[in-house]
């Protein structure tokens, strides 16, 4: 009982000099406050300048068409968005990767049922490209797409050179239900939680138009993919594994010279 009425007593009736140090006190803490905020800025890298310049907004139009005797053709436009990143940039165009189901047709569809594809890449001034698919890997999820003329006003994602380690702060730059503008995309924090049957597991809200999109660590260098949600609990996210997702970067890269493609809007073929 002694001990706490004397506390009580001091807080209630000061003294001069403990004013004075009460007083002293706080400017220190203020002091130390602002030194750790300010250098805590100062240590962070990615959130300083986010490569928003390297986002790319996916769009897809299916067009489905089914002819019937005497050459009576139906045909309906199935659209939809996803997210991308830009991966390489020469004089000719743009690489892109994203999700091999957002770059996929319809499935299920009977035989009679022809489906054309068209995709096209927004950048953050909402100038919009033609993209053909170069190459797909349906057991990662992962797509690699050409952009012809794309090659001003966007950036380069680089590639991590090793994989996040468990609970690494990690950034997701995207468009959920198709939510991009100009000058605008929205960015997520989150955690990378591990592997669970050899697939990348982060902490990271993501939804329908997330697919597709870059996950950074702090130095702004891809480590992940988002391809997929858990079904219920949308901040659970899915990525390629990290090695199969840089082989298939690097592979496709290597094995596709720009110079060498001539394409269309429908297809890209190597001379």
């Not at 001091?10 to 002091?31: C, G, H, P, Y």
């Not at 890298?45 to 005797?69: H, M, W, Y």
Request: glycine share 8%; proline share 3%.
């Amino acid at each position: 009982m002694g001990p706490l009425f004397i506390y009580m007593g001091l807080k209630i009736s000061q003294t001069r000099e403990d004013k004075k140090m009460s007083r002293v006190m706080v400017s220190t803490l203020a002091f130390i406050a602002l030194f750790t905020f300010s250098c805590g800025t100062m240590n962070s890298n990615i959130e300083n300048d986010f490569p928003r310049e390297g986002f790319a907004f996916i769009s897809k139009t299916v067009q489905l068409k089914r002819c019937f005797g005497e050459g009576k053709c139906a045909t309906m436009d199935l659209r939809s968005t996803g997210s991308g990143y830009i991966v390489r940039i020469s004089d000719r165009g743009a690489w892109i990767v994203t999700a091999a189901h957002v770059c996929n047709g319809e499935s299920g569809l009977l035989d009679s049922v022809d489906q054309t594809i068209n995709m096209r890449v927004s950048t953050m001034t909402l100038k919009s490209y033609d993209a053909v698919v170069i190459k797909k890997d349906q057991e990662i999820d992962a797509c690699l797409l050409f952009a012809e003329g794309l090659t001003e006003g966007v950036d380069v994602i680089p590639l991590a050179m090793k994989p996040p380690k468990r609970g690494e702060k990690v950034y997701n730059i995207a468009a959920p239900l198709g939510m991009f503008d100009y000058d605008m995309v929205p960015i997520f924090e989150g955690r990378y939680a591990g592997e669970e049957s050899g697939q990348d597991i982060y902490a990271l809200a993501a939804t329908f138009g997330s697919s597709g999109s870059m996950i950074l660590n702090s130095n702004g260098e891809l480590v992940g993919m988002v391809h997929s949600v858990l079904k219920g609990f949308r901040h659970i996210a899915v990525s390629s594994p990290y090695q199969k997702l840089m082989d298939f970067i690097r592979e496709g890269l290597s094995k596709a010279e720009l110079s060498e493609w001539a394409c269309t809007p429908n297809e890209c073929i190597r001379y």
